[in-house]
């Protein structure tokens, strides 16, 4: 650059630091510091000629949250919206926390002979890398880690979720509607500056049929409907609209929950200090 070779960690003239200097087409940077705006070009020498990037900036925010790690290595990411922290995308866990395996059925048949409490998961397509991305698609009784209607309590369930955060209850997922940006189909509200970025991973039903991948995002509540069903949160894409909805109740009394042997997608809220 300007004639001269710097290595990794060199100031510039001028301002700047090289952060990386080799041949790969990726690098990933560590230890930034909170509150401070970062500006960033990209060079590369072919044929002794030096082609340069577009000059980007970016401005960390005052705290830099911590990941979350969940018991298979999983890391997510949390967004604070309102005064919820949430996880910034699917879970992707394969296990409980204290170790238990979560057991993945595959055969579409199988999912015929399921008891009303069988816990069981599934990747989209049974293909563990669109899991990698979109998450795990989790029965009901698997989503809340219960055998029996008896297991069912009040207050947070943990479930499936990582130790300090638990599946949402409905009224938290309502919470999380009035304070992002994400439209509620009935009301039409729309407030807060963060957004939680549902993923579109579809469902698998309980006839055991693949559906609506890149259309849609089902996530179970913690909150049961009744003896068959349980609530759930829907983001729904429908003539490059978005439809959002939760079939809440207490929000409208005549609506169906989900039969609990659907597969649906699980985000977790942090638990409350």
């Known amino acids: ?4 070779s710097y290595a990794a ?6 301002g700047g630091i090289v952060l990386y200097k080799g041949s790969s087409v990726a690098y990933s940077h560590q230890s930034l510091n909170a509150g401070t705006t970062y500006y960033v070009k990209a060079f590369a020498i072919a044929n002794t000629i030096p082609y340069f990037g577009d000059e980007k900036s970016f401005t960390t925010p005052d705290t830099l949250a911590l990941p979350i790690v969940d018991i298979d ?11 919820q922290t949430w996880m910034a995308s699917n879970l992707k866990a394969t296990r409980y ?19 009303l409490y069988t816990r069981a998961y599934c990747w989209y397509d049974n293909y563990a890398a ?10 009901w009784p698997a989503a809340m880690n219960i055998h029996s209607e008896s297991d069912i309590k009040a207050g947070n369930v943990q479930g499936v979720c990582p130790d300090g955060w638990h599946l949402p209850a409905g009224a938290e997922f309502r919470k999380l509607i009035d304070n992002s940006e994400i ?3 009935r009301s039409k509200k729309k407030a807060g500056p963060a957004s939680p970025e549902f993923q579109l ?21 913690s909150t049961e409907y009744d003896k068959n069903e349980a609530e759930f949160f829907s983001y729904i ?26 597969k649906y997608s699980v985000r977790c809220v942090k638990n409350d200090r």
């Open 1 to 4: 650059m300007n004639g001269n």
């Open 9 to 14: 960690g060199s100031t510039i003239p001028g």
């Open 73 to 83: 290595h999983n890391i997510y990411y949390p967004v604070k919206i309102g005064y």
């Open 97 to 115: 926390s204290d170790g238990s395996i979560i057991p993945r059925v595959e055969d579409r048949l199988a999912w015929y002979d399921f008891s």
């Open 130 to 139: 669109i899991g990698t991305t979109y998450g795990g698609l989790y029965t």
């Open 183 to 185: 439209a509620d189909s």
């Open 201 to 221: 991973a579809g469902m698998k039903n309980y006839e055991g049929v693949f559906t609506e991948m890149d259309e849609s995002g089902y996530y179970w509540t």
């Open 237 to 262: 894409i429908l003539n490059g609209k978005y439809i959002v909805d939760i079939s809440r109740r207490e929000d409208m009394p005549d609506i169906h929950g989900a039969e609990k042997s659907n």
